[in-house]
């Protein structure tokens, strides 16, 4: 699936949609993150979705374990603690989505994610996500 195909369906999604490269580190993200995070997407580009997460010392298990699972090459979704541009951390559901990029012999991730009101709460729990989230999900297997 085309890298710039993505993006073009990233922009119109109203949640923080990012690209993650085999090794997870950040190539793009939309600008819903501006409004979930308060960063522009130009200073998480080049950083590692790990380091992103790695602010809650509770969160390391399940860090670690996004890195096994990014290896892993299935879809797959997770709660973690995400941290505004303020310093402010909250609970975030996270949902990966492994692609063949057609530029490259590698795979890549699709990783979109929202606010979760309770740390609790079900990454998938949100209707709205959901249908983005199966979306997705069928767009990359259909064209991929």
Do not use: W
């Amino acid at each position: 699936m085309p890298f710039r195909q993505i993006q073009i369906l990233a922009s119109a999604i109203p949640y923080t949609v990012g690209i993650l490269d085999p090794s997870g580190t950040i190539e793009y993200v939309n600008s819903a993150v501006v409004e979930q995070y308060g960063f522009e997407p130009e200073e998480l580009i080049g950083k590692s979705a790990r380091e992103c997460y790695e602010i809650n010392p509770d969160d390391a298990g399940r860090v670690e374990e996004m890195g096994y699972r990014l290896a892993d090459i299935r879809p797959f979704e997770m709660r973690l603690t995400g941290q505004g541009r303020d310093g402010g951390a909250f609970p975030v559901g996270v949902a990966f989505i492994p692609f063949q990029s057609s530029q490259t012999s590698s795979h890549r991730y699709i990783c979109l994610q929202r606010k979760l009101d309770n740390p609790g709460d079900e990454v998938l729990a949100h209707p709205e996500f959901r249908e983005i989230y199966a979306g997705l999900l069928r767009i990359v297997c259909n064209l991929g």
